[in-house]
């Protein structure tokens, strides 16, 4: 679901935008084809000096959800002034707004309005937003009504990484779309989420943290029931994929706080078919400690 985050409702944030002539790359696009490496001409084209890197170019295909979740878990390992060009734009060339955002950790995002900087913008707090409308800025004449990526994303990333300041790429916004994902709620110790991830190990990542865990009364050393969709799976709560033998399920709290279901080297999405928005329940299995 997508709502409208109105900018006048937010609280007023500080920050001074330094770039430091980093452009960190997230796309849907794959590898195989063109665009890619055209991006990033375009971007090299624009500003030669800038650098370039990945988080990743294997977001599946149009899922904003994903791409959300990914640039939550990657954007903060990277030094303070990167400018994120992420292209995850299923409605490209519709009414959908090109967008530069500000956060309040000093970084600068540059995409498609559809939600893509959700979760980035709830974890670093957001000082503003701008349209992309200043025609000097993008990479062509015609600006192609498909490829944003390199006519208007990438150009304009280059830019602010050089210097250019971000309030003028275009007029200010009063308001983003967001996504709304499901919020983690516990009901008799009964703690409910779903999978934000199925990771390329088949590791089922959910939306709930460690505190969800604890306030349910869950424990390591706890043998869980978990409900992922229609299918359950009996795990013991412990610290990490190799305090149980090879193929057997555990559950952990892993990287960010996150709660995960794994098996040791093995695959638990594809064995129980796993996917992305599933619910999730979890609940201490009766006489399981």
Known sequence: MTLLLLLSTLPALAADFRPNGLI???????????YVGAMKGAI??????????????????????????????????????AVFLCVVDPGVGTARKPVAILTADGNAYVGPDN?????VIDAAGLVSAYELTNADLM??????????????????????ASGFPIDRVGPRLESLVRLEPRKPRIEREVVIGEVTLVDEYGDVLTS????DLEQAGIQKGDTLKIRIGDREVVAPFLKTYGDVPEGKPVCMVSSGEVFEIAINQGDLGKSIGARRGDPVTVQKQIGGR
């Not at 696009?29 to 063109?34: L, S, Y």
């Not at 990479?139 to 602010?160: C, E, M, N, Q, Y």
């Not at 709930?208 to 505190?211: E, I, M, P, T, V």
Request: charged share 25%.
């Open 44 to 81: 090299l084209r624009t500003s030669p000096n800038v650098r370039i890197e990945d988080i990743t170019h294997e977001v599946p295909k149009y899922d904003i959800a994903e791409g959300a979740y990914t640039l939550l878990k990657s954007a903060p390992e990277f030094p303070k002034g």
């Open 208 to 211: 709930l943290l460690r505190k």
């Open 139 to 160: 990479g062509k004449d015609l600006i192609s009504s498909t490829f944003h990526g390199r006519d208007v994303f990438g150009p304009v990333a280059a830019h602010l």
């Open 24 to 34: 960190v790359l997230l796309t849907d696009f794959g590898t195989r084809d063109f």
């Open 115 to 119: 939600g893509l900087f959700t979760r």
